[in-house]
């Protein structure tokens, strides 16, 4: 998925068009991971995508060689028009919602985060109107937010310490303008199962000291009953998914011992969540068997992901597939012989008639298996510029606001 690494975002301004790897005034880290590629999005943000090709591509600062991703702005007014939306759909999904992006700027694949590449999405902390987003999101319908942030930032860097009061204070700013909206509010940590490089629980951060983070997220939200839990993004190349599982027992167990007792919380697979393989690839079997501390499973949900690109990489303008029948209907399936449910806390696709098509569809079977896939959560307003591939950044003018095409088509309750 490629909705990862910031590689670097610089300056609270659009400053100057040229193209620098990092974005302008970039500081930081300017290598990509093997197997991703420096994106640019826009003057002031750049990423390490996955590449679509093997063996992925180092990206410097003096490079050039940026992907030029797609800059398709199309975008309508989100009344008059009418959805492309196959439309077959009978059901309806309990949540639909969007990623408030920007506190997770700056985490990287490896689990880095570079703290100053952070981006508020909240005006009183000097970024764009991430509150008046969902605000305008609620009055359409939506009910629920994914707020990314890095672990390292909650804790000041102090792996393992308490929740730093600054920076967990700028965070809970957003929550709380979440809450106020009415909708439900996923806490999300963005760091791919790890901590600068180290996986949790096979050679990284302990299982201990993850769950001290989340006993302390847990202390701080457990009389929120909209606080959903998102135990971690996009886990990938963990190598023994039975010890992952046990990782993510353990923040569960640490969320319920702090008091929070009812909350939903979700539970995230290896292969960045991915919806195709998380049965295939073990995850389904191995995250089975996390339970309460009371021995049930009630509110433990499953989060997958998944982008309808030609790479699965939620970094092409166009989309290729639905994905139903590689993905979603031998999931549904397989939540109903188990008894359990999913999540679907990232899709997206371009402003494009292409990901109209295809998200449309993909949003119809969602609704038609509603019983056992809770809703969709797209991927990705907050501090994206509207430029950005996958934006879902409504524009405002005056008291307006106007959705993308691609949400006012499908995405939209
Ligand atoms: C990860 O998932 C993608 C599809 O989402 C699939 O093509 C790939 O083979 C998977 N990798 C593993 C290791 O399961
Ligand atoms: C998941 O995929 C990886 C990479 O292909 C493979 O090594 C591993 O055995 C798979 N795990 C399961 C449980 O299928
Ligand atoms: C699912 O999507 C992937 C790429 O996004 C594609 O390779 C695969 O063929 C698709 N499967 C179906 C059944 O649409």
Redesign the pocket.
């Known amino acids: 998925m490629k909705t990862l690494v910031a590689l670097g975002f610089v300056g609270f301004s659009a400053l100057s068009s040229s193209i620098t790897g990092g974005g302008t005034g970039w500081t930081g880290a300017t290598t990509c991971v093997s197997g991703s590629t420096c994106t640019v999005l826009n003057a002031y943000y750049s990423q390490c995508l996955p590449s679509s090709t093997t063996g992925g591509t180092s990206h410097t600062t003096s490079s050039t060689s940026h992907t030029s991703s797609g800059t398709s702005t199309s975008s309508h007014t989100s009344t008059g028009t009418s959805s492309s939306a196959s439309a077959t759909s009978t059901g309806k999904v309990k949540f639909v919602g969007v990623n408030i992006a920007g506190f997770d700027f700056g985490c990287g694949t490896d689990g880095s985060d570079t703290l100053t590449s952070i981006y508020p999405p909240l005006t009183a902390l000097g970024g764009p109107d991430g509150a008046g987003q969902m605000q305008h999101f609620v009055s359409e319908g939506y009910n629920i937010f994914r707020l990314p942030v890095g672990w390292q930032y909650l804790v000041n860097n102090n792996l393992g310490g308490a929740l730093d009061a600054t920076n967990s204070g700028k965070y809970d700013q957003l929550v709380q303008a979440c809450l106020a909206t009415g909708a439900y509010c996923i806490i999300d940590i963005h760091n791919y199962a790890r901590w600068n490089g180290g996986i949790i629980g096979q050679g990284g951060p302990t299982n201990a000291q993850f769950a001290s983070l989340w006993s302390n997220i847990a202390t701080k939200y457990k009389s929120q009953s909209k606080v959903v839990f998102g135990v971690m993004n996009e886990p990938h190349d963990v190598p023994d998914i039975n010890l992952w599982a046990g990782s993510v027992q353990a923040a569960v167990t640490a969320i319920r011992q702090a008091g929070a007792t009812t909350q939903m919380i979700l539970l995230p697979g ?3 969540t ?4 998380f049965i ?2 073990g995850s389904g079997a191995a995250l089975l068997t996390v339970t309460n501390p009371d021995g049930t499973t009630t509110n433990l949900i499953f989060d997958v992901h998944k982008y309808l690109d030609s790479d ?1 990489s939620g970094t092409n303008a166009e989309c290729v597939t639905d994905n139903v029948s590689s993905s979603w209907q031998p999931l549904a399936a397989w939540l109903r012989s188990n008894g359990r449910q999913a999540l679907n806390t990232e899709t997206g696709g371009g402003n494009t008639a292409s990901c109209v098509q295809y998200m449309c569809s993909q949003v119809a079977y969602m609704k038609q298996n509603s019983d056992v896939i809770l809703g969709y959560v797209g991927w990705a307003a907050g501090a994206f510029a509207t430029s950005y591939v996958l934006s879902e950044v409504p524009t405002r003018s005056g008291s307006t606001w106007t959705d993308t095409l691609l949400v006012s088509s499908c995405m939209k309750p």
């Not at 991915?274 to 393989?277: D, I, N």
């Open positions: 290896n292969n960045w991915s919806a195709q393989t295939s690839n699965n």
